[in-house]
C-alpha cells in the first residue's frame, strides 16, 4: 500500500508517501469521464492495458483504484494502470466508482460513460453485510493523498469518519441517510474539506487539540489527554499517537469495527500490519505502546484511513497479528 502525508500549514512537512510525486499535481473538476481528448492521451500512462478505461499521468499511486475495482487496477511500474478492462457489469460499475473516488481525477474513460450520473447515486457505498449501516463516502480528496472517509448510520446520530472532497452529488446522498451529527476527524492529515461539510451539515466536529493548527482552529471539539472517551454508548475514542501527537482511533463497539486513521493499516503486499514508520511524527516507541493497547480492544474489522481494510476471524487472530507486528520491531 502506498501512504501519503499531507503536512497542515503549520506543521513540518514530512516525505511524501511511497510511490507519491512530490511536485504539486494539477487538480482536474470532479472526476470528469472525459476530459479534453488531446489532454488525456498525451498523459495516458502506456503500462494501461489498450480500451476504453486508462489512468494518466498523474496518479500519485494512492491505491484507491486498486482496492475498490481491484479486477480492473493494478500497480505497474509504481503507480496505478488499467491491467484489465471492465469484463461485467458489475466490474465496470466498481471501475466508474474508482474513476469518481480518484482524488487526482487521473481515471478516465475514452468517450463519455452514459452511466456515470447512475454510479454517482451509489454512493455511499455499503461496505459489508455484517457491517450494517456502515459505508464508504468515496470522492477522495487530494489534499489528503485519496484518505478515505467513512459515514456511520446511527440512530443517536450519524458520524462522519474523516473528510471527504466536497461535493453536490455526495452532500445530497448523504442528507438522504440523515446527514451527520459529528465529524471525527482521526488526524490532521486528512481533515480535507471538513469545514464545507461541517457549514452544510450543521456538525460538530472532533480532533485530538495535539493535532490543533490553523486549518483546524475552529473544530467544535478538541479531546485533550490520553482518553478514553465516548460518543453515546457505541463509540469509543482511543488516543494512539505516533503516526501524529493527537492521532485518534475511533471504535464502533457492537460491530467490532475499528476506524484507525493513518495509524496502522494492511500492507498492500501481503496481510500483514504496518506502521509505516517512515512517515510517522513521532518515535517508534510512542507508536508501538498505541499498538498494544489494541490488543485490549474487541474488534475484528479494520478499517483504515489508506489502504486496504482487514477482517479477522476471531479475536485470537487480531491479536496475532498485532503481535507480530510488535515482535518486528523488538527482536
Given at each position: 500500500?502506498?501512504?501519503?502525508?499531507?503536512?497542515?500549514?503549520?506543521?513540518?512537512?514530512?516525505?511524501?508517501?511511497?510511490?507519491?510525486?512530490?511536485?504539486?499535481?494539477?487538480?482536474?473538476?470532479?472526476?470528469?469521464?472525459?476530459?479534453?481528448?488531446a489532454?488525456?492521451?498525451?498523459?495516458?500512462?502506456?503500462?494501461?492495458?489498450?480500451?476504453?478505461?486508462?489512468?494518466?499521468?498523474?496518479?500519485?499511486?494512492?491505491?484507491?483504484?486498486?482496492?475498490?475495482?481491484?479486477?480492473?487496477?493494478?500497480?505497474?511500474?509504481?503507480?496505478?494502470?488499467?491491467?484489465?478492462?471492465?469484463?461485467?457489469g458489475?466490474?465496470?460499475?466498481?471501475?466508474?466508482?474508482?474513476?469518481?473516488?480518484?482524488?487526482?481525477?487521473?481515471i478516465?474513460?475514452?468517450?463519455?460513460?452514459?452511466?456515470?450520473?447512475?454510479?454517482?447515486?451509489?454512493?455511499?457505498?455499503?461496505?459489508?453485510?455484517?457491517?450494517?449501516?456502515?459505508?464508504?463516502?468515496?470522492?477522495?480528496?487530494?489534499?489528503?493523498?485519496?484518505?478515505?472517509?467513512?459515514?456511520?448510520?446511527?440512530?443517536?446520530?450519524?458520524?462522519?469518519?474523516?473528510?471527504?472532497?466536497?461535493?453536490?452529488?455526495?452532500?445530497?446522498?448523504?442528507?438522504?441517510?440523515?446527514?451527520?451529527?459529528?465529524?471525527?476527524?482521526?488526524?490532521?492529515?486528512?481533515?480535507?474539506?471538513?469545514?464545507?461539510?461541517?457549514?452544510?451539515?450543521?456538525?460538530?466536529?472532533?480532533?485530538?487539540?495535539?493535532d490543533?493548527?490553523?486549518?483546524?482552529?475552529?473544530?467544535?471539539?478538541?479531546?485533550?489527554?490520553?482518553?478514553?472517551?465516548?460518543?453515546?454508548?457505541?463509540?469509543?475514542?482511543?488516543?494512539?499517537?505516533?503516526?501524529?501527537?493527537?492521532?485518534?482511533?475511533?471504535?464502533?463497539?457492537?460491530?467490532?469495527?475499528?476506524?484507525?486513521?493513518?495509524?496502522?493499516?494492511?500492507?498492500?503486499?501481503?496481510?500483514?500490519?504496518?506502521?509505516f514508520?517512515?512517515?510517522?511524527?513521532?518515535?517508534?516507541?510512542?507508536q508501538?505502546?498505541?499498538?498494544?493497547?489494541?490488543?485490549?480492544?474487541?474488534?475484528?474489522?479494520?478499517?483504515?484511513?489508506?489502504?486496504?481494510?482487514?477482517?479477522?476471524?476471531?479475536?485470537e487472530?487480531?491479536?496475532?497479528?498485532?503481535?507480530?507486528?510488535?515482535?518486528?520491531?523488538?527482536?
Open positions: 500500500m502506498a501512504l501519503s502525508l499531507r503536512a497542515a500549514a503549520s506543521l513540518a512537512a514530512p516525505p511524501p508517501r511511497p510511490g507519491c510525486r512530490a511536485a504539486s499535481l494539477v487538480r482536474a473538476t470532479a472526476a470528469s469521464s472525459s476530459p479534453p481528448a489532454l488525456d492521451h498525451r498523459r495516458r500512462r502506456r503500462q494501461n492495458v489498450s480500451g476504453e478505461f486508462f489512468v494518466d499521468e498523474r496518479c500519485i499511486d494512492c491505491s484507491t483504484c486498486r482496492w475498490m475495482a481491484p479486477e480492473v487496477f493494478k500497480r505497474v511500474d509504481g503507480l496505478s494502470a488499467v491491467a484489465a478492462q471492465p469484463s461485467s458489475d466490474d465496470r460499475t466498481k471501475a466508474l466508482q474508482a474513476l469518481l473516488s480518484c482524488p487526482t481525477a487521473s478516465h474513460t475514452e468517450k463519455p460513460a452514459k452511466d456515470i450520473l447512475q454510479v454517482h447515486s451509489t454512493f455511499p457505498l455499503p461496505i459489508a453485510d455484517d457491517l450494517p449501516g456502515v459505508y464508504l463516502c468515496g470522492y477522495h480528496s487530494e489534499s489528503s493523498y485519496g484518505a478515505t472517509s467513512y459515514l456511520i448510520v446511527h440512530p443517536e446520530g450519524n458520524i462522519m469518519v474523516d473528510s471527504p472532497r466536497y461535493t453536490p452529488k455526495l452532500v445530497n446522498q448523504i442528507e438522504k441517510l440523515g446527514g451527520a451529527r459529528y465529524m471525527f476527524l482521526t488526524h490532521i492529515d486528512d481533515v480535507a474539506d471538513h469545514r464545507k461539510w461541517a457549514e452544510r451539515l450543521k456538525c460538530e466536529r472532533i480532533i485530538h487539540s495535539g490543533v493548527v490553523d486549518i483546524v482552529a475552529d473544530v467544535e471539539r478538541k479531546l485533550t489527554g490520553s482518553g478514553p472517551w465516548n460518543i453515546g454508548n457505541d463509540f469509543e475514542l482511543i488516543h494512539t499517537p505516533g503516526h501524529t501527537k493527537g492521532s485518534v482511533c475511533l471504535l464502533y463497539k457492537p460491530l467490532k469495527a475499528l476506524f484507525t486513521g493513518d495509524h496502522v493499516a494492511k500492507s498492500e503486499e501481503s496481510d500483514e500490519f504496518n506502521l514508520r517512515m512517515y510517522s511524527r513521532q518515535s517508534v516507541s510512542v508501538l505502546d498505541s499498538m498494544q493497547k489494541l490488543l485490549d480492544l474487541d474488534f475484528l474489522w479494520v478499517l483504515p484511513g489508506h489502504g486496504y481494510r482487514i477482517r479477522y476471524e476471531d479475536a487472530a487480531k491479536n496475532s497479528a498485532i503481535k507480530s507486528l510488535l515482535s518486528d520491531y523488538t527482536s
